[in-house]
Structures are given as C-alpha cells and as structure tokens.
C-alpha cells in the first residue's frame, strides 16, 4: 500500500524558514516523480512543486519561484520542501503527492500523502 | 499556465439524485483532465483520470466525460459518502499542473 507521510510543519514567524519532509513507502520510491501540492484553510488545490525520479529535473509554480526548493533523498524514500521568507499568505496545508505514469504517456497525481500544516503569523 | 474553471462552486442535491459538475480549460488539452474528490480534512482522492477512465476501486456511479476544453463529471446517483469537494485538474502540461477551483455537493 502507498504511504506518504509529510512532517515538519508547525507555527512559524513572517520571514522565517521551514523544512518539510515527507516519507514514501509502499512502492520504489526512486522511480517516481513527486510533488508539493498545498491548500490553503477553505480553499481551492495549488500545484507547488514537482520533481523526477532521479531529482535531476524540477520544476516550481511561476508564482513561487525563489522562496521554494524541492529536494528528495531516494536512499531514505524522503522528499522534501525547503520555504524560505515565509508569509502569511504561504498558511496551507502542504501534501506530498505521486505523479504516476498511469496510462503511456500519460502522468497523473494518483496517490497523496497526509498533510501537514504550516502556520505563518506573529 | 492552463486555467481551469469549474462550475458551479457548490451545489446542494439529495441522496438519489443526478449531479453534473462541469469544468473548462483555457485551451485544448485534449484528455489531459483528472477529477479528484475531497472530504473535510483528508487529502484529495483521485476518481477519474484521462477524462473518462475510473481509477480502480472507485464506483461506477462516478463517471468523466469530455475532450479539448469541455469536460464533465457525473455522479449517477448520489451517495451519502458523496459529500465532499471536487476538483479537476489539468495533466496536459506537466511542468505545471493546475487545479480548478473546487465544487462543493452539500445535502439539500
């Protein structure tokens, strides 16, 4: 069974930093791409973050660029989200989620993991 | 980035009934759409993939429809356990994926 487990969230001050982690089992982690999704509290999914299996390729939304790296570690099947300069407006839930070559050719988030809750205030 | 908008919102129907979320794509992504549901507090679930293709484990009463910038989930007849958020998203472009707006089913 896929499990995908985040961790590292909590209450953090405008202009701080956090480091989440996420911890895959279930399947070989190593070959799939990953991704950061978050939400924030009442609202709609944003796509965050995704990187390949090697973690040779990544990408970041356009308006998230610079504050945000995605990292994994495939010897420990971890993934992670480094966030920088937090801000208020980055409270959200933060899931990490499988992208899957479902069909040939075509890739899909199919599998997602517990959330974890970063809180930005003062 | 692919905008995807979805209607309406929310909508309030009773167990039985026939419910229609509809969702449109900025552009032509062929059947790069996938529908997710959401209940409060758990992570999304995928329910449709590639416009019409159920993932496994998941009712038949669920169906997707559509291709290019129209696209359309059916639930045949609603359940109590269909309460909840749904979501289509976007596969088309890879490198960045984007997510319509959520609609909420609530009990009427």
């Known amino acids: 069974e896929v499990q995908l487990v985040a961790s590292g969230g909590g209450l953090v001050k405008p202009g701080g930093s956090l480091r989440l982690s996420c911890a895959a089992s279930?399947?070989?982690?190593?070959?799939?791409?990953m991704n950061w999704v978050r939400q924030a509290p009442g609202k709609g999914l944003e796509w965050v973050s995704s990187?390949?299996?090697?973690?040779?390729?990544?990408y970041y939304a356009d308006s998230l660029k610079g504050r945000f790296i995605i990292s994994r570690d495939n010897a420990k099947n971890s993934l992670y989200l480094q966030i920088n300069s937090l801000r208020a407006e980055d409270t959200a839930v933060y899931y990490c989620?499988?992208?899957?070559?479902?069909?040939?050719?075509?890739?899909?988030?199919?599998?997602w993991g517990l959330g974890t809750l970063v809180t930005v205030s003062s | 980035d692919i905008q995807m908008t979805q209607s309406p919102s929310s909508l309030s129907a009773t167990v039985g009934d026939r419910v229609t979320i509809t969702c449109r794509a900025s552009?032509?992504?062929?059947?790069?759409l996938n529908w997710y549901q959401q209940k409060p507090r758990k992570a999304p679930k995928l329910l449709i993939y590639?416009?019409?293709s159920l993932q496994t484990g998941v009712p038949s009463r669920f169906s997707g429809s559509g291709s290019g910038t129209d696209f359309t989930l059916t639930i045949s007849s609603l359940q109590p356990e269909d309460f909840a958020t749904y979501y289509c998203?976007?596969?088309?472009?890879?490198?960045?994926?984007?997510f319509g707006g959520g609609t909420k089913v609530e009990i009427k």
């Open positions: 989620a499988r992208f899957n070559d479902i069909l040939p050719g075509y890739f899909t988030v199919d599998s």
């Open positions: 998203q976007q596969s088309y472009n890879t490198l960045s994926l984007t």
């Open positions: 279930g399947f070989t982690f190593r070959t799939y791409n």
């Open positions: 590639a416009a019409s």
């Open positions: 552009q032509n992504i062929s059947k790069y």
């Open positions: 990187i390949s299996g090697s973690g040779n390729y990544i």
